[in-house]
Structure formats: structure tokens, C-alpha cells
């Protein structure tokens, strides 16, 4: 059964960079979408974006001039960096296994495309906190 | 404040039906499918419903999903103390990103 554990520095302060790995356990890393998710004190779920196992990546466009995401297939880890944290980044910081992908299905004789996007396996989260 | 609109809280008896709504746009729910997930508390997301209506391994029939147009729709039947969550819904955007809901609390009276 795969498995996901989040892991990195659990206290920033701001302007710092936030730096967290996930490890995948018992299960294939390549044919997936991995992605991180976070989510404040008290609020919803953010989505901070994704890598595949050759490293292409998509994020967020309300973070993406802070985020690198990065992939390390030989030890099945993908890795987050958030730069320029603030105290707006304190957080539950979560690891997910995405399936993403296209069908494509005939409506009325015209040919129609829609995109899945799923997580199915999650990591326990991490909590990162940012303080001066 | 999210693209994807959802109400904050929906509350019904044990036993009872209760539906949670999420609302978007042609630029993701109504071009593209939607998962439901389900935060108990303290605890990881878990994945209800994905491609709109298909449930996981595991996941009672008690949960389904359907779409139409830029809206889905999470229905839960013979609610369950147990079902007490937040629960979020998820989707793909044209500006290739992922897009969730802002979480509709249950609470089972």
C-alpha cells in the first residue's frame, strides 16, 4: 500500500525559504502527478502545484514566483520550495499522489475533451510555522 | 476567496440525505471533471468521488457525485455521526492548475 511522508523545517522566519520533501513508499512514483497542498490555521485546502517523475511541473499562479518543485526518482522524493515566506505561509503543509489526464468522449457527434484531476493517496502533513 | 464556490455549512439529522454544491465556471467544473474529498477532523484529505461520479475502493455507496453545467454536486444518504467533516471539492482549471473549493462543514445533529 503506498504511503507518503512529508518531512523538512518546521519553523521559518520570515523572508526565509520553506523547504519540505515527501517520500513515497511501496509504490510506482513514475505515471503520477505529485502534488503539495496546504492549509492554514482554521481554512481550506490551497493547492501549490504538482511534478511528474521526469519534472514537469505546474503551479499554482498565486504562487508561482515563489515555488520550485523538484523530483528525485532514485529515492522516489519530490521536494517543495517556497521562497520569501511570510507569516501567511503558516501552515499545514500536505504531499498527495495525483492521476491527471484527458478523455475524450463523442457528444452528439462532436468530439469533447475533458481533464481529470484526483488525489488519492495523501501524507500525514507537516506543519510549518512562520515567525520573526 | 475561492473560484470555486461552496457553502460554508450544511447540517442534517442522522439518517437523513444532505447534498453539498460547488459552483465554478466553463473554465473548470464545465469543461472538466470534479473529485470530492473528505477532512475528518484533524486528519489528511481522503478522496471520495473522482471523474464526477466514481467512488474508490472502499468508499460506501453512501456517497455520490454527479455534474452539470459549472456546478457538481456531493450527496451523502443515511448520514452517519461519522460523516461529521469538512468536505471540499476539486477540479482542473485552463490555467493549468488544480482549484479547490473553500469547504462546506457538515454538521449531524
Known amino acids: 500500500q503506498v504511503q507518503l511522508q512529508e518531512w523538512g523545517a518546521g519553523l521559518l522566519k520570515p523572508s526565509e525559504t520553506l523547504s519540505l520533501t515527501c517520500a513515497v513508499y511501496a509504490g510506482s512514483f513514475s505515471g503520477y502527478y505529485w502534488s503539495w497542498i496546504r492549509q492554514p490555521p482554521g481554512k481550506g485546502l490551497e493547492w501549490i502545484g504538482e511534478?511528474?517523475?521526469?519534472?514537469?511541473?505546474n503551479y499554482n499562479p498565486s504562487l508561482k514566483s515563489r515555488v520550485t518543485m523538484s523530483v528525485d526518482t532514485s529515492e522516489n522524493e519530490f521536494s517543495l520550495k517556497l521562497s520569501s515566506v511570510t507569516a501567511a505561509d503558516t501552515a499545514m503543509y500536505y504531499c498527495a499522489r495525483g492521476a491527471r489526464g484527458v478523455n475524450v468522449n463523442m457528444v452528439r457527434g462532436v468530439l469533447y475533451e475533458q481533464n481529470y484531476f484526483y488525489m488519492d493517496v495523501w501524507g500525514k502533513g507537516t506543519t510549518v510555522t512562520v515567525s520573526s | 476567496q475561492s473560484v470555486l464556490t461552496q457553502s460554508p455549512s450544511v447540517s442534517a439529522a442522522p439518517g437523513q440525505k444532505v447534498t453539498i454544491s460547488c459552483s465554478g465556471s466553463s473554465s473548470n467544473i464545465g469543461n472538466n471533471y470534479v473529485s470530492w474529498y473528505q477532512q475528518l477532523p484533524g486528519t489528511a484529505p481522503k478522496l471520495l468521488i473522482y471523474e464526477n461520479n466514481k467512488r474508490p475502493s472502499g468508499i460506501p455507496d453512501r456517497f455520490s457525485g454527479s455534474k452539470s453545467g459549472t456546478s457538481a454536486t456531493l450527496a451523502i444518504t443515511g448520514l452517519q455521526t461519522g460523516d461529521e467533516a469538512d468536505y471540499y471539492c476539486v477540479t482542473w482549471d485552463s490555467s493549468l492548475s488544480a482549484l479547490f473549493g473553500g469547504g462546506t462543514r457538515l454538521t449531524v445533529l
Open positions: 511534478i511528474n517523475h521526469s519534472g514537469s511541473t
